[in-house]
């Protein structure tokens, strides 16, 4: 039981990293952004390629993946997401769709179609209760929970942060103070890049690298952004935490249901909000 309750705490981190840029861009930009699985995914191909060709060690490795994504974050949002700013969010879904679909096709023409897969950089364990308990995983939760406490406290203390906090609520608002919201809105998406590039090459040696791991992910993520709540810093890291429990509790016993734990939790939260929250305002 330990066992499963640390691989569900495991699954919530990376749902954390991955779905906070996802959340976030949806509460700023109010774009659903697909590509987000793109970016996820050749981070963790390109931190293959350096570990290889450059025989780098896996912290090395994941650091040199993440700057060089850097760029190519950046200009996702610079030349295709803010050009979709007020318009219909079914443009956002086809470009950023067909620029994953793309991605995709551009990795497994150079990586390959095969999964990869990456040695567990910690192989420690240590017992509790008679159950041996990987160390790396329970590295990847306490990273998950540093990261959570410290983008809390970027956005609390910073200019930066408190500036996408105000345009969250009223973006209008924000501008109509001659403040441009646009640039503080990539720094945001970028930030959030970088974390869902850092989940995923957490996460990979935990399963395999494939050129679809991204698209994998992303229905996950979205449920995590739904159940708590679009651009909530503090709702996304419990929804990430609790779905990724719900999944290891129930696959232990129905391993071909816990994703559709998730997107059945997902639709709960959706129909309690949009039919029964609405019916007890009114009472």
Excluded at 21 to 36: D, E, K, P, Q, V
Excluded at 49 to 60: E, I
Aim: proline fraction near 3%; aromatic fraction near 12%.
């Amino acid at each position: 039981m330990f066992e499963t309750m640390l691989y569900g705490l495991t699954i919530g981190a990376v749902l954390y990293l991955f779905s906070i840029g996802l959340s976030l861009t949806f509460g700023t930009m109010h774009i659903i952004n697909f590509s987000h699985a793109l970016v996820y995914t050749l981070g963790v191909y390109f931190f293959i390629g350096f570990r290889d060709v450059l025989s780098l060690g896996f912290l090395p490795a994941m650091l040199i993946a993440v700057v060089v994504m850097l760029p190519v974050a950046w200009a996702i949002e610079r030349f295709v997401i803010r050009r979709l700013y007020g318009e219909r969010l079914d443009y956002a879904i086809i470009a950023t769709y067909a620029l994953l679909l793309i991605g995709t096709d551009i990795i497994k023409i150079a990586w390959g179609p095969l999964p990869q897969s990456i040695n567990v950089p910690l192989q420690a364990s240590i017992q509790i209760a008679g159950v041996n308990i990987s160390v790396y995983r329970i590295v990847i939760v306490i990273c998950a929970i540093v990261i959570f406490l410290g983008l809390r406290e970027f956005f609390r203390k910073t200019v930066v942060g408190q500036i996408v906090i105000a345009a969250l609520e009223d973006d209008e608002g924000v501008r109509c103070l001659g403040i441009d919201t646009s640039k503080y809105f990539s720094m945001v998406f970028v930030m959030g890049s970088a974390l869902a590039i850092v989940g995923g090459i957490l996460y990979a040696p935990i399963s395999t690298a494939e050129p679809y791991m991204g698209i994998h992910i992303l229905l996950l993520a979205f449920s995590v952004v739904i159940v708590g709540g679009m651009g909530s810093l503090t709702g996304t890291f419990y929804a990430s935490f609790a779905l990724g429990m719900l999944m290891a509790l129930v696959g232990r016993f129905w391993a071909g249901g816990a994703n559709a734990s998730v997107f059945l939790t997902m639709a709960l939260v959706i129909i309690y909000r949009h039919t029964i929250q609405p019916r007890l305002r009114m009472r």
